[in-house]
């Protein structure tokens, strides 16, 4: 599962400069105020049965959005005798339970709640034994109650209808389904745990134009005489059920492969001539993956399919992974690279942790999300080196500081809901923990361990214990120290550095300063530089302060603690500015160089620091750094040569993002001198440049951005699609309320939508209408809480903006012709944000 909103949009609207740990450390978001769930132990189901075989017979009233399906289950006990059987089936119309035996269907006694089916079998079991229950039943998703989901995995219906009736014109008739985390038995009855598995055979028919997907392989199709189509789809190869997946739609397929497993990517038809552009390195994944792992992918066909209106980022069904529609890109938005890339490394590598090996328990999904999210470093490092590897890293760990949730371990017991285990601990930090522990045994030891587990535990369920033991078994370490503290604890250090020369000798002392965690044991490598050499030191630090004395020939121009940036830690490093630029110059890595970086924007005042930010950090061979610059920092510090650079990088910057970045740091000038730059860009083939530029070109000749609107709404995406939205809202009046609120409800590029947020309520402003104010703003609110539960700083930055608003209503209120409307507005914004 991949989440729904990329952490670089929210890096970039949060300057990645404070210390947020120090605003958050007090914060645990939930998903409610009932704080009942501390007391409930989330221990792994309890296997009573196990489920063997699942077969489904499924058709589709698309009218009533209904699926009309027969089940046949065979399962056993899975250790003691039993004579009853539970499985889960969300508000079904069960028609026929029956026991199936000898082609026969003997009827069995059951009672049905609508959240389970209670069967009595006839007779006890034992565990060698097996037996198959027959059910007739109806699913009917939409009608289940409302209000499910979380902010990672936005609803629990299922099974989607998209469009089923056809009477949107301009989008897709399809159906998806979304079984994670226990949502697949609101379409078929199961027994809805990670840690039962089943293999699967399901046929589907459907109307003869659709094209249909599932786990495993297509081995039957037949055209039936009422124009509809039968296709049978088998599974030789147990996975948990909530991986059990189908889709149906008029998808063009188009075909690759890897060695001899088939490779195919579902998209819409308008997108079939970029597929292989946006999807075409899965088969370099896939050998990639499984040279990593030592366990050639195991699956018989891989599948991607795009699906309109998805309620999360990506799923990785097995065999079959669902893409959100923001997958699908053309050549105008691939020019600014894919950014689908890291997800569909992360899908595929669920293929191996999540499919082949399974969390046993959702307390234990850092075994599925946390290995998903390294493997897109993984993937980076191989493909385009270390330093984007690292960039990427370090972006993650922004995201889980972002996220605030300090107190909570990456594997836990007690939580509200599911869901919220899909937070940035189980991702983003337990991505980096992987890092810091293969960095600590060595990069030998650590992909035999993760071989080690994979092989053993094949088609199982697995706990984070598995890792230690298996990483303790390959390298004869005991391994609990590290896994309590980092698996089975929370937070992470907060660290105090500074440092004391004497002749002959440098002292470094370390503080761990967190206020809601213990003290960390750590492994620390301190680079010592001298003039003409280097040399490194392992030191382990195990109390709250530490001093470390070094030998050394002369005054060093810098010591680096944790050379090789590894540490799931924060620091507040007492080095100079000189240091830090000897630093960016000689120590080696993307790490070290925006450390450096960062230091300078935060101290853009001293003498010199912006000369190195303009001279080297503008410069940067990471177009990660560049970009970090420009948006990071204040266009008021900048001199005439910070602008002439910034100029260039805004006519010649290769990376089109960075171009984009440039371009709008230029528009804060509001300087006409810059039109012709604005003008060269404004036909880019890049949406970002081409919408940085005409929103850079409105501030300096407002009338010719303007006319250029016709020829640029033909083809607009992304950034360029904002900017117009933009320019379109300054002559938008009230009047257009019903286009201007539908197009907001209906953008689904998250990332997209987050920042549009802000100009969606700089229209409501103007609005007097007391109920289309009330509707926008309960609008903006569903999306901010899409978002709130993993990065509470977006829904401060929202309601910071609707404080001010009520302020600017008050100040309206005075000369309204209807004063009332106006309070009514202020007094829903205060009953919404307080």
């Known amino acids: 599962m ?23 450390e007090d914060i645990i978001v939930t998903s409610s105020s009932d704080t009942s769930w501390k007391q409930q132990y989330r221990e792994s189901p309890e296997k009573i049965n196990a489920l063997v075989h699942t077969k489904l017979d499924l ?16 399962l056993k006990p899975y250790f003691y005798p039993t004579d009853s059987l539970t499985l889960d089936a969300k508000g079904m119309d069960i028609q026929e339970v029956s026991l199936f035996a000898n082609g026969k269907d003997t009827p069995l006694k059951y009672a049905y709640d609508k959240k389970q089916l209670r069967i009595s079998l006839g007779r006890t079991y034992k565990n060698d034994q097996t037996y198959t229950i027959a059910i007739k039943y109806i699913a009917k998703p939409d009608e289940l109650p409302k209000g499910g989901g979380s902010s990672a995995i936005t609803d629990d219906k299922g099974l989607y209808f998209i469009n089923p009736k056809g009477e949107d014109k301009n989008k897709p008739t399809q159906i998806w389904t979304q079984g994670e985390t226990e949502h697949n038995s609101a379409w078929f009855p199961t027994i809805d745990k990670p840690n039962q598995k089943t293999t699967q055979e399901i046929t589907l028919t459907v109307p003869g134009k659709y094209v249909t997907l599932s786990n495993g392989l297509m081995t039957a199709s037949k055209k039936n005489t009422d124009g509809t189509r039968t296709d049978t789809w088998k599974m030789d190869l147990p996975h948990a059920p909530y991986l059990v997946f189908i889709g149906v739609g008029d998808f063009a397929v188009i075909k690759d492969k890897y060695k001899n497993i088939p490779v195919d990517y579902y998209v819409e038809k308008e997108y079939a001539p970029y597929a292989k552009q946006i999807f075409g390195l899965t088969p370099e994944m896939m050998a990639f993956f499984s040279k990593k792992t030592g366990v050639e992918y195991p699956w018989p066909k891989y599948a991607q399919m795009v699906g309109r209106d998805f309620v999360s980022g990506a799923m990785e069904n097995t065999t079959a992974t669902l893409h959100r529609e923001s997958a699908q890109q053309n050549a105008r938005e691939l020019v600014d690279g894919n950014v689908w890339e890291d997800v569909i490394a992360h899908e595929l590598f669920h293929h191996w942790f999540g499919n082949y090996v399974t969390a046993e328990s959702w307390s234990n999904l850092t075994m599925n999300e946390s290995f998903a999210n390294y493997s897109e470093y993984l993937w980076r490092e191989y493909k385009y080196g270390k330093e984007s590897a690292d960039a990427h890293l370090h972006e993650d760990f922004q995201g889980y500081l972002m996220g605030g949730n300090f107190r909570k371990n990456l594997v836990r017991f007690h939580y509200s809901n599911n869901e919220d285990m899909f937070d940035a601990v189980s991702y983003n930090k337990g991505g980096n923990i992987l890092h810091m522990l293969r960095h600590l045994i060595g990069d030998d030891a650590f992909f035999t361990s993760l071989n080690r587990l994979l092989v053993k535990h094949k088609f199982g369920s697995v706990e984070a214990h598995d890792l230690r033991l298996a990483i303790e078994e390959v390298t004869g370490k005991d391994m609990n120290w590290f896994f309590n503290q980092w698996y089975y604890g929370n937070g992470h250090p907060q660290l105090d550095i500074s440092y004391a020369y004497q002749p002959n000798t440098v002292t470094v002392t370390i503080e761990q300063k967190q206020k809601n965690a213990p003290v960390f044991r750590l492994p620390l490598d301190i680079d010592i530089h001298e003039p003409g050499k280097k040399t490194r030191h392992r030191v382990w630090m195990d109390k709250a302060r530490q001093a470390f004395t070094f030998p050394v020939t002369q005054k060093p121009q810098l010591v680096n603690v944790d050379a090789e940036k590894i540490l799931v830690a924060t620091s507040n490093d007492q080095k100079t500015l000189e240091q830090y630029i000897y630093q960016y110059k000689n120590a080696g890595n993307f790490q070290d160089r925006r450390e450096a970086v960062e230091y300078a924007l935060n101290n853009i005042r001293q003498a010199g620091a912006l000369d190195f930010l303009v001279n080297s950090g503008m410069t940067d061979p990471s177009y990660v750094i560049r970009k970090y610059i420009l948006y990071s920092i204040d266009p008021k510090m900048l001199n005439e040569a910070a602008y002439a650079k910034i100029e260039n990088m805004a006519r010649t910057d290769k990376h089109r993002p960075t171009r984009a970045a440039a371009i709008d740091i230029l528009s804060y000038t509001r300087n006409p001198k810059y039109e012709p730059v604005f003008l060269a860009n404004v036909n880019d083939s890049s949406y970002s440049v081409s919408g940085a530029a005409l929103q850079a070109l409105s501030m300096v000749n407002k009338e010719k951005a303007i006319s250029l609107l016709p020829e640029l709404k033909k083809d607009a995406k992304g950034k360029l699609k904002v900017a117009i939205d933009r320019l379109d809202m300054l002559n938008r009046t009230e009047a257009d309320f019903d286009e201007v609120f539908n197009d907001y409800k209906e953008m689904r590029n998250m990332s997209d939508k987050a920042e549009y947020t802000f100009d969606f309520m700089a229209y409501m402003l103007s609005l007097t209408d007391a109920d289309k104010f009330k509707s926008a703003l309960d609008e903006v609110l569903k999306f901010t809480e899409t978002i709130a539960g993993n990065y ?8 910071n903006f609707l404080k001010e608003m009520a302020k600017q209503k008050l100040i309206k209120k005075a000369s309204a012709p209807d004063p009332a409307a106006i309070q009514q507005q202020i007094d829903y914004i205060h009953s919404k944000i307080k």
């Not at 991949?2 to 958050?24: C, P």
């Not at 058709?59 to 009533?64: A, V």
């Not at 509470?792 to 309601?799: C, L």
């Open 2 to 24: 991949r989440k729904l909103l990329s952490v670089a949009f929210l890096l970039f609207i949060f300057s990645a400069n404070a210390q947020l740990e120090d605003i958050r």
């Open 792 to 799: 509470p700083s977006y829904k401060e930055a929202v309601y």
């Open 59 to 74: 058709k589709f009233d698309y009218s009533k959005s209904y699926v009309i399906g027969k089940a046949w289950l065979t």
